[in-house]
């Protein structure tokens, strides 16, 4: 079965700070992986992903996060917060190209003035 | 259509009556889900319907719970006697099938039990 864990509920960070928000899987393949952003009132929308070929792999809006097989984590970062990135940001998983995707529970992240 | 459809936007109904959520995927998308996000509970995994292969339905909760997918193309998600506990926003997405393709949401249905 696969499964997707991100540690903390609720994030918060001064503007200008580092993002870090933690995901770890568990999956008995190397599977796909993806970030997810909701934005306050809107839809959800792909931030990144990894498939095959590069861990690190780079978003939109400066965020990046890389695959770490040995961890079985794929966080995510972004060195300078800003105030626009207050959000709530899901981490998704899928253990083949046939099978479903399964979404974590999800990270507020907060952002300072 | 420019984007994935779903509605009503809004529904309030009393426990015990039956309510049909729909969803109109963009045109020519194999892929379709259905999930359901409660507050603080993340994105809970429902159904995921792909091209015209068996749909896999291991997150729906119970038996009250079913969808259908006609045409390969609109959903209609079916929650029977309805309880407090279904109240969530359930949200469709679809994508072109492919496995690296991204997913794209609808706005959602917001379920509210009385």
């Known amino acids: 079965a696969q499964s997707v864990t991100q540690l903390g509920s609720h994030v918060s960070v001064s503007e200008g700070a580092l993002v870090l928000l933690r995901c770890n899987y568990s999956?008995?393949?190397?599977?796909?992986l993806f970030w997810y952003v909701q934005y306050p009132n809107q839809g959800l929308q792909l931030l990144l992903k990894?498939?095959?070929?590069?861990?690190l792999v780079k978003g939109i809006n400066g965020f990046e996060a890389e695959f770490k097989k040995s961890e079985t984590s794929f966080h995510l970062t972004k060195p300078s917060a800003h105030m626009s990135d207050a959000a709530e940001y899901f981490c998704?998983?899928?253990?083949?190209?046939?099978?479903?995707?399964?979404f974590g529970s999800g990270t507020r992240l907060s952002i300072r003035p | 259509g420019a984007g994935v459809s779903q509605s009503p936007s809004n529904k309030v109904t009393e426990k015990g009556k039956d309510v049909e959520l729909r969803c109109d995927p963009i045109?020519?998308?194999?892929?379709l889900y259905w999930y359901r996000q409660s507050l603080g509970q993340g994105l809970e995994f429902l159904i995921y319907?792909?091209?015209?292969?068996?749909?896999?339905k291991s997150g729906l909760p119970s038996d009250r719970f079913s969808a259908e997918r006609t045409g390969g193309s609109v959903s209609t998600l079916t929650i029977q006697r309805t309880q407090q506990e279904d109240s969530a926003v359930y949200l469709c997405?679809?994508?072109?099938?492919?496995?690296?393709?991204?997913?794209?949401f609808g706005s959602g249905t917001q379920l509210s039990v009385l």
């Open positions: 997405a679809s994508s072109s099938g492919t496995w690296k393709e991204k997913l794209f």
């Open positions: 999956s008995s393949v190397p599977p796909y």
């Open positions: 990894y498939t095959t070929g590069a861990t």
């Open positions: 998704a998983v899928r253990r083949s190209s046939a099978s479903k995707i399964i």
């Open positions: 045109s020519g998308h194999t892929a």
């Open positions: 319907f792909q091209g015209n292969s068996a749909p896999d």
